[in-house]
């Protein structure tokens, strides 16, 4: 009898426009593992990258190729093995899938979705029964899906250096810089939490944007090039106790002259190979430069506590259909969007 086939979309790395729709059997769960039918996928930058053949984060993700791409899912249980799981729970994924709790380990990053990992821009797909998260009941396929990489993301440069159930809750300003998946969700989670908000974007519409959903201040960084000093007007020469640091050399050195005494630098990208010439007496001021990287299990965990608490809603700015996967990938490097990207597999 032959293989039940299933559509997934794979890449040999070697650009956009090469990306293709392909079929496969479709996967079982084997011991400990849950079968689990993809509803909706969220687009990430990374997945550009890595369809482009210009991801190259860490060395041990290695450059399985060619490889289906994607790490973000909502989809629902259609078989386990696991007493964990049950047919017809919702569920997201993990994006690195051995990484449960504590700090990141190079050996995690070998368990990427999407890279080296086989991704999730499919139609079903297996994961270990560990490498799952129940989904909040009050959110939509839609929504569920960009939990895994921006909002834990985000989550752990807010919350990251406390301890596991104390999450930030006022007296903080956080700086944002830009309006894209990452930048949206740490709104979201600063606005509920009671903080101070401040986002700089060089689209005014997408300033407004940020408006409607909780920030407290914007700045353009276009029409005003010396924004650390609007960000040092507006907290009162106090500075930004958190910043998401989104630009790299080229925004590094301002982040450094707005940052608050004893603040935190997340720095989401990798940075530029260029000299950078920033101002390291800023570290006199006890700043903490950081890069961030998604989070464990339990830290997604707890921030789905939390989103549930608020009723946090992530912000979807287009959705696409299976078939149009390579053009949601196209529109999201763009940069047009606001928030999310997503990509709908089930019917």
């Given at each position: 009898m032959?293989d039940e086939?299933?559509?997934?979309?794979?890449?040999?790395q070697?650009?956009l426009d090469?990306?293709?729709?392909?079929?496969?059997p479709?996967?079982?769960?084997g011991?400990?593992?849950?079968?689990?039918?993809?509803?909706?996928v969220s687009l990430?930058y990374?997945?550009?990258?890595?369809v482009?053949?210009?991801y190259?984060?860490?060395?041990?993700?290695?450059?399985a190729?060619?490889?289906?791409p994607?790490?973000?899912?909502?989809?629902t249980?259609?078989?386990?093995?696991?007493?964990q799981?049950?047919?017809?729970?919702?569920?997201?994924?993990?994006?690195?899938q051995?990484h449960l709790t504590?700090?990141?380990?190079?050996?995690?990053?070998?368990?990427?979705?999407?890279?080296?990992?086989p991704?999730?821009?499919c139609?079903?797909?297996a994961f270990?029964?560990?490498?799952?998260?129940?989904?909040?009941?009050?959110?939509?396929?839609e929504?569920?899906?960009?939990?895994?990489?921006?909002?834990?993301?985000a989550?752990?440069a807010?919350n990251?250096?406390?301890?596991?159930?104390?999450?930030?809750?006022?007296?903080?300003?956080?700086?944002i810089?830009g309006?894209?998946?990452v930048?949206?969700?740490?709104?979201?989670?600063?606005?509920?939490?009671?903080?101070?908000?401040?986002?700089t974007?060089?689209?005014d519409d997408?300033l407004e944007?940020?408006k409607?959903?909780g920030?407290?201040?914007?700045i353009?960084?276009?029409?005003k090039?010396?924004?650390?000093?609007?960000v040092?007007?507006?907290t009162?020469?106090k500075?930004a106790?958190?910043?998401?640091?989104?630009g790299?050399?080229?925004?590094?050195?301002k982040?450094?002259?707005?940052v608050?005494f004893?603040?935190?630098i997340?720095?989401?990208?990798?940075i530029?190979k260029?000299?950078?010439?920033?101002?390291v007496?800023a570290?006199?001021r006890?700043?903490?430069?950081?890069?961030?990287?998604?989070?464990p299990k339990?830290?997604f965990e707890?921030?789905?506590k939390?989103y549930?608490?608020?009723?946090?809603?992530p912000?979807v700015d287009?959705?696409?259909?299976?078939?149009?996967?390579?053009?949601g990938l196209k529109?999201?490097?763009?940069?047009?969007?606001?928030?999310k990207v997503?990509?709908?597999?089930?019917?």
């Amino acid at each position: 009898m032959p293989d039940e086939q299933m559509k997934q979309w794979v890449t040999s790395q070697d650009g956009l426009d090469n990306l293709t729709l392909t079929t496969a059997p479709k996967p079982t769960a084997g011991d400990g593992e849950v079968l689990v039918k993809i509803n909706t996928v969220s687009l990430n930058y990374r997945d550009t990258e890595v369809v482009m053949g210009l991801y190259g984060h860490h060395a041990s993700v290695g450059h399985a190729e060619p490889i289906v791409p994607g790490s973000d899912i909502c989809g629902t249980v259609v078989s386990s093995n696991s007493d964990q799981w049950r047919e017809g729970q919702r569920v997201m994924a993990i994006f690195n899938q051995s990484h449960l709790t504590g700090q990141i380990h190079a050996e995690d990053m070998s368990s990427g979705l999407g890279l080296p990992l086989p991704g999730v821009l499919c139609e079903y797909r297996a994961f270990p029964a560990s490498g799952l998260v129940a989904v909040p009941d009050y959110l939509s396929n839609e929504e569920a899906c960009n939990l895994p990489i921006a909002s834990v993301t985000a989550w752990m440069a807010i919350n990251g250096f406390r301890p596991l159930g104390q999450c930030a809750s006022g007296g903080e300003t956080v700086l944002i810089q830009g309006t894209g998946g990452v930048a949206v969700a740490g709104l979201q989670i600063a606005h509920a939490a009671g903080l101070k908000t401040i986002v700089t974007s060089s689209s005014d519409d997408k300033l407004e944007k940020a408006k409607k959903i909780g920030a407290d201040a914007t700045i353009n960084y276009r029409t005003k090039e010396d924004w650390e000093s609007d960000v040092m007007r507006i907290t009162e020469d106090k500075g930004a106790d958190i910043i998401f640091e989104n630009g790299g050399a080229q925004t590094l050195c301002k982040s450094f002259d707005c940052v608050a005494f004893g603040g935190l630098i997340n720095c989401k990208e990798e940075i530029s190979k260029n000299p950078m010439h920033t101002n390291v007496l800023a570290l006199r001021r006890n700043v903490t430069l950081k890069g961030i990287l998604n989070g464990p299990k339990e830290r997604f965990e707890e921030m789905t506590k939390f989103y549930e608490k608020h009723q946090i809603r992530p912000v979807v700015d287009k959705t696409f259909e299976f078939d149009e996967a390579k053009e949601g990938l196209k529109y999201l490097f763009s940069g047009g969007h606001f928030g999310k990207v997503v990509v709908k597999v089930a019917a």
